[in-house]
């Protein structure tokens, strides 16, 4: 499951952000498109009875290190998520979908 949700994560952030350059003023919208058309994308799949979180961290890329993390109330049993990262000469993105079964 982890893996389908990766490879359209990648999809959608390398159509969106291919040859792009880094614009802190449109960055704030951008990331909230970008959570839409991953949480879209990712819905196709009809997985039922699963409760979608998606998440994207924008930023300029300047050779520095970033680190992104997160923490989650979790069942290990049914809960799932996917991680991918874009970057091209100046920009950077993470993103994070996280599929949480709901009973």
């Known amino acids: 499951m982890a893996h389908k949700v990766e490879e359209a994560m990648k999809e959608v952030l390398q159509a969106r952000l291919t040859g792009m350059d880094y614009d802190h003023a449109s ?6 498109e ?7 994308k990712v819905k ?8 979608l ?4 961290t924008l930023g300029q890329d300047c050779g520095q290190g970033v ?11 049914n809960d799932n998520y996917a991680c991918v990262r ?3 000469k100046n920009l950077f993105a993470v993103a994070q979908c996280y599929g949480v ?3």
């Open 27 to 32: 960055c704030n919208m951008l990331s909230k």
């Open 34 to 40: 970008l959570v839409a058309d991953i949480h879209r």
């Open 44 to 51: 196709e799949f009809a997985w039922k009875r699963y409760r």
């Open 53 to 56: 979180v998606c998440h994207v």
């Open 67 to 77: 680190q992104v993390a997160s923490r989650c109330v979790w069942d290990a049993k």
């Open 86 to 88: 874009f970057s091209n």
């Open 101 to 103: 079964y709901f009973e």
